[in-house]
């Protein structure tokens, strides 16, 4: 069966299972990290510093990545990944006592650094696998690729829990670890050599976006993903605990059903958007439904303050706000890969995606500071969700320098 398909599409299949594979793991990784040291009895606070470098870290990652990528060739860069991975969650097998903070924060450094060179090789592999003229069919790919890790990160979440109840922290681990080690020796055959290898070898200051559109995009993307992290990260999942009563069990498992919803609308995006009716997207798309997301935060604020039941406003609200931020995050996913440049695309989607990184670790951070500032609660949330909206404002206002003219869709399918 597998043989009849054509090359790209072969190529596409293998880039997309590595890439469940790893995102399986990192959800269910996150998970079981959150879960285990709050049994150990580490603070919120303490529990938030393991992460810490693994936002810093993709940031770096995905700058550096992308000139790797260029240099090294996708697939290289891809089982770099993985193999990190595995290192990873090989150093969480030490001994109990040996799990100290500092430790799991290296471990988290790398495993940042495995996920974003994943992601990047990943979104830059599909670039060269689908024709110039196949607008169409990339703008289906990407948003298949996309919304499938997100639902694939949220049923790791689940994932996670339900290994750490089955085999305990260490079980669970080594079960991944090895499970992903198949991974990346069957990645290691099947992966095409030199995929997105630079013909021109560009210099380490080609890092940095020499494309108007990628530079504009870029900046939009941060305001973007900043705006869903201000509230998302922190503020919410504590307001549910603290202020509505929320188990762990409650919190945890609303969180990763809103992020598997989350990436089944990522996938259904082009549908949404127009795709079958012969349209892709361009920059008035990304603007129109940016503006339509920087409205929502607003109206969950106003919910908040209005007598309404806090449980509905913000489970109605979250709800709607996933599924219109799913769309622009697809419609984002898309265009970088229709923007960049087939030589060396991993540079224009690694300065992207690094963009992305830091939106998330500003979003991460002012969440936890702004929430505690405005007094925690309802007043923290809301003061967070207004922070959310106005830097949708800012991605709005950004996103009108976008190109407003799509390429054409095409029909045409990769043969090879």
Not at 75 to 82: A, P
Not at 168 to 193: Q, Y
Not at 195 to 200: E, S, T
Not at 358 to 383: D, E, K, P, Y
Request: aromatic share 10%; with cysteine.
């Amino acid at each position: 069966m597998l043989s009849q398909l054509s090359p790209a599409i072969r190529q596409y299949l293998v880039v997309t299972g590595n890439y469940w594979a790893f995102t399986l793991t990192d959800g269910a990784l996150r998970m079981l990290v959150v879960l285990h040291f709050h049994g150990l009895g580490y603070s919120p606070l303490e529990i938030a510093l393991l992460f810490l470098f693994y936002e810093i870290f993709g940031v770096v990652t995905n700058l550096v990545g992308g000139w790797l990528g260029a240099h090294l060739g996708l697939n290289r860069t891809m089982n770099i990944g993985l193999g990190l991975q595995v290192v990873a969650l090989a150093m969480l097998l030490v001994p109990p006592a040996w799990l100290t903070v500092p430790w799991v924060m290296a471990v988290q450094a790398l495993s940042g650094i495995a996920k974003d060179l994943n992601k990047m090789s990943a979104k830059s592999s599909i670039k060269l696998l689908v024709p110039e003229n196949a607008q169409g069919t990339l703008y289906k790919w990407v948003a298949i690729l996309t919304g499938s890790k997100n639902a694939l990160k949220g049923a790791g979440f689940f994932l996670g829990g339900a290994l750490l109840m089955w085999l305990g922290f260490a079980g669970a681990v080594a079960a991944m670890a090895g499970a992903l080690a198949l991974v990346w020796l069957f990645s290691l055959v099947l992966l095409k050599k030199d995929l997105g290898k630079a013909k021109n070898k560009p210099k380490f200051r080609d890092v940095f976006s020499k494309s108007r559109a990628i530079n504009i995009l870029s900046a939009a993307r941060m305001f973007l993903f900043g705006a869903r992290d201000v509230w998302f990260v922190v503020a919410l999942p504590v307001f549910l605990s603290q202020t509505l009563g929320w188990n762990h069990t409650q919190t945890g498992g609303f969180l990763a059903l809103w992020v598997i919803g989350y990436g089944l609308v990522q996938a259904l995006a082009p549908r949404i958007t127009g795709k079958a009716a012969g349209r892709v997207p361009d920059g008035r798309a990304a603007t129109g439904w940016a503006a339509m997301l920087a409205v929502l935060p607003v109206l969950i604020a106003l919910g908040l303050v209005s007598g309404q039941d806090p449980a509905l406003v913000l489970i109605g609200g979250l709800l709607v706000f996933g599924a219109v931020f799913a769309i622009n995050s697809s419609l984002h996913s898309y265009l970088i890969v229709s923007y960049a440049g087939s030589d060396g695309v991993s540079l224009d989607v690694g300065f992207y995606y690094m963009a992305n990184a830091m939106g998330r670790l500003i979003g991460t951070l002012l969440s936890g500071w702004v929430f505690q500032l405005a007094g925690q609660g309802a007043s923290g949330l809301q003061a967070c969700l207004w922070l959310s909206a106005a830097m949708l404002a800012m991605t709005v206002v950004i996103s009108l320098g976008l190109p407003s003219i799509a390429r054409d869709q095409g029909s045409q399918m990769p043969s090879g």
